[in-house]
């Protein structure tokens, strides 16, 4: 039997009809406080799923310039690690402890336990002994103790992110995702980073974010105390094993305000795999 030609041309128009009024559902909502919202929730979430979560690290450092120079100042180190990412509920930070097996090659002869501690140290003790290990072999003079891959995912925490002015800075099409970029500025005290010398540090910086679901896919962090800038970079990646997104890469760059007396800048690229999970007896509160 035909269809009737006008019944056939019913159908086809009622088909272009409804296409796009389809399409345009599934649009995810990208203005700022939508994103921010959902990115948001993602970290709460995130917070609970990246924790005692161990990854072997490789770290190069570099110092790419310095003045004064001086012969014996290490210029270059490669080091090799277990990094143990915790988030700790009581103080609403996040613990990237490493544990350092080799340097330039080398074991590291007075190589610790992190694990042991991790389940023996009383909680009062544990975060300030385990993050004194962190710093030990970096390169450079500049000191710092705060490059953690995770940090700047504080910013969407829901104890500091009212303290932060965000903006929506762009939105692209990759795939099948729609990504936002947020600009964000610290605008009020406490702030996340404090310095010894000078105090409160105001940060700024931006967050790649998926629409919709609010999965972080890149953040840039940074702060500038006196005459030294910080910049620190993570970006990550799904992991299959984890079933989830993990820090795959961190970039930390540290420079003083170029002078002719006293000037350096420093880098650091680590990559991570190999994630897994581990268990504590102790819960770090």
């Known amino acids: 039997m035909t269809i009737p030609r006008p019944r056939l041309r019913a159908l086809l128009v009622i088909s272009f009809a409804l296409t796009p009024l389809t399409v345009a559902s599934q649009q995810p909502d990208t203005s700022t406080d939508a994103v921010v919202r959902a990115a948001s929730a993602y970290v709460a979430d995130y917070q609970q799923?990246?924790?005692?979560?161990?990854?072997?690290?490789s770290l190069e450092q570099e110092v790419l310039r310095r003045a004064p120079t001086a012969a014996n100042d290490a210029r270059q180190r490669r080091m090799v690690s277990e990094v143990f990412f915790m988030f700790i509920p009581g103080t609403n930070n996040w613990m990237a402890i490493r544990d350092v097996i080799?340097?330039?090659?080398?074991?590291?002869?007075?190589?610790?336990?992190?694990?042991?501690?991790?389940?023996t140290l009383a909680d009062h003790r544990a975060a300030a002994a385990l993050m004194a290990q962190n710093s030990r072999f970096n390169i450079g003079r500049i000191t710092r103790n705060f490059s953690e891959p995770t940090l700047c995912l504080l910013v969407?925490?829901?104890?500091?992110?009212?303290?932060?002015?965000?903006?929506?800075?762009?939105?692209q099409r990759v795939a099948d995702v729609t990504l936002v970029t947020l600009a964000f500025t610290e605008k009020e005290s406490p702030t996340l980073i404090r310095d010894a010398v000078h105090g409160k540090v105001f940060?700024?910086?931006?967050i790649v974010v998926e629409a919709g679901s609010g999965r972080v896919r890149q953040t840039t962090f940074r702060v500038r105390s006196g005459d030294i800038?910080?910049?620190?970079t993570t970006n990550y990646a799904a992991d299959g094993r984890l079933e989830m997104w993990v820090p795959a890469s961190f970039h930390e760059v540290y420079q003083t305000l170029q002078s002719r007396t006293d000037y350096e800048h420093v880098v650091a690229r680590a990559a991570y795999?190999?994630?897994?999970?581990?268990?504590?007896?102790?819960?770090?509160k």
């Open 49 to 57: 799923r990246l924790t005692s979560v161990v990854a072997d690290e």
């Open 102 to 119: 080799s340097v330039d090659g080398a074991e590291v002869p007075d190589r610790g336990n992190v694990r042991r501690e991790l389940e």
């Open 156 to 171: 969407l925490d829901d104890k500091h992110r009212n303290r932060f002015r965000f903006k929506r800075r762009g939105v």
């Open 203 to 206: 940060s700024t910086g931006e």
């Open 229 to 232: 800038s910080v910049e620190l």
């Open 273 to 284: 795999s190999n994630f897994r999970r581990f268990q504590t007896a102790v819960r770090i």
